[in-house]
T-cell receptor
């Protein structure tokens, strides 16, 4: 157990629908990151939150949004889903500083859009 | 635009031999480089990192080498063990005080055969 909890582990939904992925960071970590891993692709950075505020944006579609709540858990909302959104979505967390230790990743949510 | 590239999708090595995984990057502003290991159905786990001010970092069987002039880094695993069979991701970052986004390569699948 890495300490980063992602729910649900699997999600199957239809095109056009909206889903919410949830992440609880490791205790004490203020930063949360969302990544997408599609088939044949590496991990694509989507967005970062730090202590409730958006800090960095990567290749996140306008149909996607995220937030980090006062208790530091984060949610990634995916709407108007398309077949191409099927992927593994990872959440990771990190403490301030200590970049040499990288992030701690959760085990991911596998989203299948049918 | 892929700023971190792992040009070998797969590598097969015999147990006991050296595994060498390579990574190239394009952004000269990257100041931290990391390697992650990923088993199926799990999130990536941090393996080893190196700051851009160093050219080598060693941790047990794992050594990372950085050649800044060539914008190239490599991970050496000696001796390789069957349990090392996994996908290895190279990552690089430019940090801020509030966190940092990691840019990942597409990964190299390592198979260590008995």
């Amino acid at each position: 157990d890495s300490g980063v909890t992602q729910t649900p582990k699997h999600l199957i939904t239809a095109t056009g629908q909206r889903v919410t992925l949830r992440c609880s960071p490791r205790s004490g970590d203020l930063s949360v990151y969302w990544y997408q891993q599609s088939l044949d692709q590496g991990l694509q950075f989507l967005i970062q939150y730090y202590n409730g505020e958006e800090r960095a944006k990567g290749n996140i579609l306008e149909r996607f949004s995220a937030q980090q709540f006062p208790d530091l858990h984060s949610e990634l909302n995916l709407s108007s889903l398309e077949l191409g959104d099927s992927a593994l979505y990872f959440c990771a967390s990190s403490a301030t500083g200590g970049r040499g230790y990288g992030y701690t990743f959760g085990s991911g949510t596998r989203l299948t859009v049918v | 635009d892929q700023q971190v590239k792992q040009n070998s999708p797969s590598l097969s090595v015999q147990e006991g031999r050296i595994s060498i995984l390579n990574c190239d990057y394009t952004n000269s502003m990257f100041d931290y480089f990391l390697w992650y290991k990923k088993y199926p159905a799990e999130g990536p786990t941090f393996l080893i990192s190196i700051s851009s001010i160093k050219d080598k970092n060693e941790d047990g069987r794992f050594t990372v080498f950085l050649n800044k002039s060539a914008k190239h880094l490599s991970l050496h695993i000696v001796p390789s063990q069957p349990g090392d069979s996994a996908v290895y991701f190279c990552a690089a970052s430019v940090g801020t005080i509030a966190g940092y986004a990691l840019n990942f390569g597409k990964g190299t699948s390592l198979l260590v055969t008995p």
